[in-house]
């Protein structure tokens, strides 16, 4: 690939790769950032990019998830769950006032991807159920079921 085609990539792809970080990183400076290291990662990886595999926007959001994945990695913090996190749904209590963050961190990680990004969305950005099913194309009582089930699991998870 080209310059031009490097160029042309940036102005497809800059306003939905920004929306999407946008929607998970509540600075925006932050989001910025992580947008140009976004670009950058294309930039350095465009020689290996093979049309075969994966279309370029399915390319560019791996590398923008991967990007954002991390950065919550980088930035984890390690404190105590505040137990208000909850919101409308009921979340076990003794997880939030006796598992520190890092083994909520693991239990995180073990979820599949999918659920994962809902419960950050739910409750680490604060989106409501409503606002995450447009965000990721699915029906509410889609989420609904997937953030129910989220919940379970990651219950399961951390009392092992």
């Known amino acids: 690939m080209t310059a031009c085609d490097l160029e042309q990539i940036y102005t497809d792809y800059y306003k939905k790769v920004m929306g999407y970080i946008s929607a998970r990183i509540r600075s925006r400076a932050d989001a910025e950032d992580l947008c140009s290291e976004v670009f950058e990662k294309v930039q350095r990886k465009l020689d290996d990019f093979d049309s075969s595999k994966a279309s370029v926007s399915t390319w560019i959001f791996t590398i923008t998830r991967n ?11 390690s404190g105590e769950l505040d137990e208000n996190l909850a919101g409308d749904f009921e979340v076990d209590a003794s997880i939030l006032h006796t598992e520190s963050l890092s083994s909520l961190a693991s239990a995180l990680k073990q979820l599949p991807t999918e659920m994962r990004d809902i419960i950050v969305l739910r409750y680490y950005d604060g989106k409501p159920l409503t606002e995450i099913a447009e965000m990721m194309h699915l029906s509410y009582g889609a989420v609904k079921l997937r953030h129910q089930s989220a919940l379970v699991k990651l219950k399961r998870l951390m009392e092992e």
């Open 67 to 77: 990007t954002v994945i991390d950065h919550f990695r980088r930035t984890r913090p």
